[in-house]
């Protein structure tokens, strides 16, 4: 690992990792690598064993009660495919807000051609979404809102808990992108009245790429649901129509085991850790870029700009200087790694006003020091400088 980097790029993927993911992945594959579910021999139920325990630990720290109705996927992006092209058919309406990543965004507007009703629920310069946007757009046809818990653009935590309850309500779905919450905010999605909950095990759950999931609440009506593949579970062989059984229904196809057993090694040192104690040391690093980055000049500060209202993410531009040249100086000048644009999310940047070009993105991670911050406020001071 270059020690000499600093990087604040966590809200695409988390960097370093824990070493005992590392350690977990290394050791699944040299001691446990059999095909889990599959061969009945003592590796394969060693794999086994492992993907149970990553689903069981990941269920528990998600308040779902039975860990057979969390899906196993490659990634948030597909958790959310699932439950979209899962559960809309022509003719149906969906909520959804105006800061979507296009993880939600492409699947929708591909939906629409096929007769889905589409409906976004304004946001503000903060990014907030209102519950009286969103009780507004309310009808009887409505299956699904879906809005995501934080956004990757701005960190702005989203209602949830209020928009859940309107649901219920309103007896209607209610899907969330957790991809920028997992692991960073506490999730119950029985206290939060969350029908469907898409993680990533990437970003906050520290995991390795490729592992993510769906958790199906008990008003999911799963054997509605259409299938994104279907194939061999290891289980009911003798049959050629897929198991209609959780999550055998959703997991077609040999898992992610490695992934999975270095996600669950993620999710073990945020237990171990307190997600409480890591979300202060956060806050703390989001406060001192917020009041550092908003006393420069030339700086716009995009978002809450209040730590207690987002994740750790902050989006900013510096007038005079293009976010791609901001992005690529940081790198090539300071060692700062960020994502300057779009971050996936035009929808977001049409909201804030900052498309076409996007916005300059700094996400701190748990292994962030309080000394790099201050090198990036340095460095963005020395760039606002030469702007004067
Ligand atoms: C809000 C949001 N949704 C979805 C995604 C897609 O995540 P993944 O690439 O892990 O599927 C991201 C990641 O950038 C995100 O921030």
């Excluded at 993880?103 to 519950?131: I, T």
């Excluded at 999730?187 to 769906?214: R, S, V, W």
């Excluded at 956060?282 to 009041?291: C, H, N, Y």
């Amino acid at each position: 690992m270059d020690s000499s980097l600093i990087y604040l790029d966590n809200a695409a993927t988390s960097w370093p990792k824990p070493p005992e993911v590392v350690q977990a992945m290394a050791s699944f594959i040299a001691e446990s690598g059999g095909n889990p579910g599959r061969s009945g021999h003592r590796l394969s139920l060693a794999a086994g064993r492992v993907v149970y325990q990553a689903r069981e630990e990941l269920a528990d720290f998600f308040g779902l009660d039975d860990p057979l109705r969390l899906v196993f996927t490659a990634n948030v992006t597909e958790a959310i495919n699932l439950a979209l092209y899962g559960l809309l058919r022509s003719g149906d309406h969906v909520i959804a807000s105006s800061m979507e990543h296009n993880a939600v965004m492409r699947p929708l507007r591909h939906l629409q051609r096929e007769g889905v009703h589409l409906s976004f629920a304004p946001c503000g310069m903060d990014g907030h979404v209102s519950l009286a946007h969103v009780e507004k757009l309310l009808k009887t046809q409505t299956r699904l809102v879906v809005v995501n818990h934080a956004s990757n653009v701005t960190g702005t935590i989203q209602p949830i808990a209020e928009i859940g309850a309107l649901c219920r309500e309103h007896n209607t779905l209610f899907l969330v992108d957790a991809a920028q919450t997992a692991g960073v905010l506490p999730i119950n999605i029985e206290e939060l009245q969350i029908d469907l909950l898409a993680f990533t095990g990437h970003k906050g759950l520290l995991g390795p790429t490729g592992t993510g999931g769906l958790l199906l609440g008990e008003r999911v009506p799963f054997e509605e649901m259409k299938l994104l593949v279907r194939g061999g579970t290891g289980s009911r062989s003798e049959y050629e129509e897929q198991p209609e059984f959780l999550p055998d229904r959703f997991e077609s196809g040999t898992p992610n085991s490695i992934g999975l057993a270095g996600l669950l090694a993620g999710l073990q040192f945020i237990k171990s850790h307190a997600l409480d104690a890591l979300r202060e040391q956060e806050t703390s690093q989001l406060a001192r870029l917020i009041i550092g980055l908003s006393n420069l000049p030339n700086v716009r500060l995009f978002g809450p700009r209040d730590p207690s209202r987002q994740v750790p993410v902050v989006s900013f531009t510096l007038d005079g200087m293009r976010v791609s040249d901001i992005g690529f100086r940081l790198d090539e000048e300071y060692g700062i790694l960020c994502r300057p644009g779009l971050q996936c999310s035009p929808a977001a940047h049409r909201t804030l006003g900052t498309f076409p070009h996007g916005t300059v993105r700094l996400s701190p991670g748990p292994f962030t020091k309080d000394r790099e911050i201050e090198s990036v406020l340095e460095a963005v001071e020395r760039l606002s400088a030469e702007l004067l």
